[in-house]
């Protein structure tokens, strides 16, 4: 058996364990006295000894420290002593996950196909159903951030959630991450449990406040996977022109304004935060390997926790404690006496 670090886990219960067998012990002496007084009351004092000829006084001491002994097990057993050690590994699955999306005009551009927001929106479908456990939230944003979707198991709420987002959900222009990380950490519950965010974005930071309040995040636990969608050679954004026309977005010299994958600001993000970095890919591998990591301790060993729990021993009290009161019931206070003949 293995001893190593005894400690009780709930001792708050030892005071039973004191105070009860000194309680015990006041009753015992209590019923002793009126034991004194009802005999004084039936008998005469010269007739005492005759008539006490068979009761045993080691016997009563007996029977008293095994009712003491016996309180005070169940005190010990109450608060559970611990020795030994076992080990507890405890897994991400089924934990909640938080999805912060980039709907910006960015987003529109049309490097994946139909375009990037369609796209993500696509893969994080996916993800869902195919994860199929835990809670799931989504937070859009571009120069501000709103939450779509608070963490709920009711997929068909999310989905609906996600599918009514677009270029026009974020009334602000811009891009500005740190806000939309920030407002994801708002909507999630201060626990223990593992807070894992998925950033699906094209990177372009334009407040450059992303790898800061990610930095900030790391410290409270968060774990962030960046998600890249696009092209770093970049890709012009079609919007809807005057008449209702497709047209191009160009800046205030009128040239086309072209939007790149910014995956150093991505992979910096998803490094702060012991996460990681991947991009979307034609197909969604990158939402895949996100879902495989999330979902295993040997992808994601910063997502697994190994706690080390005491082993109880309480029901070696409990044993003393039958012990004790079976022995107490059958010892007796009455000896044999033995029957003087005359000559």
Request: proline content about 4%.
């Amino acid at each position: 058996m293995d001893f190593t670090h005894p400690h009780f886990a709930e001792p708050r219960w030892l005071w039973l364990a004191v105070a009860g067998p000194v309680l015990v012990v006041l009753l015992q002496r209590f019923a002793a006295r009126a034991r004194q007084r009802q005999l004084a009351r039936f008998a005469a004092a010269a007739l005492l000894p005759e008539l006490g000829r068979s009761h045993s006084a080691a016997r009563r001491a007996l029977k008293n420290a095994l009712l003491v002994l016996a309180v005070a097990a169940v005190g010990v057993a109450l608060a559970r002593p611990q020795w030994g050690e076992t080990a507890e590994f405890a897994q991400a699955q089924g934990e909640d996950i938080l999805f912060v999306l980039d709907c910006s005009r960015s987003m529109l551009a049309a490097d994946v196909r139909p375009d990037r927001l369609t796209r993500a929106k696509l893969a994080i479908q996916d993800f869902v159903q195919e994860h199929g456990q835990g809670r799931v939230g989504l937070v859009a944003f571009a120069g501000q951030a709103f939450l779509q979707c608070p963490l709920t198991f009711d997929y068909d709420a999310f989905r609906e959630a996600l599918l009514a987002v677009d270029d026009r959900s974020i009334p602000v222009p811009g891009t500005d991450i740190g806000r939309a990380l920030e407002e994801a950490y708002l909507a999630m519950e201060k626990n223990d449990r593992h807070k894992i965010m998925v950033l699906v974005t094209d990177g372009e930071d334009l407040e450059q406040g992303g790898v800061t309040e990610a930095k900030r995040l790391a410290d409270k636990g968060v774990v962030i996977f960046t998600i890249g969608i696009g092209s770093p050679a970049g890709s012009p954004i079609l919007v809807t022109g005057n008449g209702g026309r497709p047209d191009l977005l160009r800046d205030r010299a009128g040239e086309v304004v072209l939007s790149r994958l910014d995956e150093t600001t991505l992979r910096a993000i998803a490094e702060a935060t012991r996460g990681r970095y991947q991009p979307l890919g034609a197909l969604g591998e990158g939402m895949t390997y996100v879902r495989r990591a999330v979902e295993s301790a040997s992808l994601l060993p910063g997502l697994t926790q190994t706690r080390r729990l005491g082993v109880d021993r309480f029901h070696l009290p409990v044993a003393a404690v039958i012990l004790f009161l079976v022995s107490e019931s059958l010892i007796g206070t009455r000896r044999r006496v033995r029957e003087s003949t005359g000559a």
